[in-house]
């Protein structure tokens, strides 16, 4: 080996340390592997309880989130405030494994309707840029209490019997999809 590949420490005794010991684990390897396990700990922790990888199994969402690809739900995301219209949010049906990936479109007290494959907020409208193909799906007023959310899929393009919609009560959105 040439000269190079050596790098002379000083101590009270001079050693040679391989050049890619020293780029790999530093000086002081005692302090590297502390840095590595709070690394591994930060990590796991962060995607044990923070974020959660979910696997989407179904068209239900199609064209913005596609069957078979992976994405993450936060689940600190409603901790400062409460989940709003729009937002694309994991439901817990059976645990923690097993979720549904929906849209949020009916708030806590709001009155929702769909006629016509058009849904309405307390009698108007809403504005849904996200659904790109609508049947014409009806849906009699549906009044929303104080805790529960109407939550459905953005392909509208599918008969309304093949499509799992409905209400979700506030304690079963664990997070927002990021």
Same mark, same amino acid.
Do not use: M
């Given at each position: 080996m040439s000269s190079k590949d050596y790098m002379t420490v000083s101590n009270s005794t001079e050693t040679?340390? @391989?050049?890619?010991? +020293?780029? %790999?684990?530093? +000086? +002081? @390897? %005692? %302090?590297t592997l502390i840095r590595m396990v709070i690394l591994v700990v930060l990590i796991v922790g962060i995607y044990q309880f923070v974020l959660i990888p979910v696997r989407i199994t179904g068209i239900s969402m199609e064209p913005t989130c596609h069957d078979r690809h992976v994405g993450l739900v936060n689940r600190l995301s409603y901790y400062s405030h409460e989940p709003e219209r729009s937002d694309i949010v994991a439901i817990k049906t059976t645990g923690v494994r097993i979720m549904y990936l929906k849209r949020i479109i009916g708030l806590p007290g709001e009155t929702l309707s769909i006629s016509n494959g058009v849904v309405h907020i307390n009698g108007e409208p809403l504005s849904e840029p996200y659904v790109v193909y609508k049947m014409p799906w009806n849906l009699p007023p549906i009044p929303l209490a104080s805790n529960e959310y109407f939550v459905i899929g953005d392909n509208r393009g599918m008969p309304q019997e093949q499509h799992d919609f409905g209400r979700a009560y506030r304690n079963q959105i664990v997070g927002k999809k990021l």
């Open positions: 040679k340390v @391989p050049l890619w010991q +020293r780029i %790999v684990i530093g +000086r +002081r @390897p %005692v %302090v």
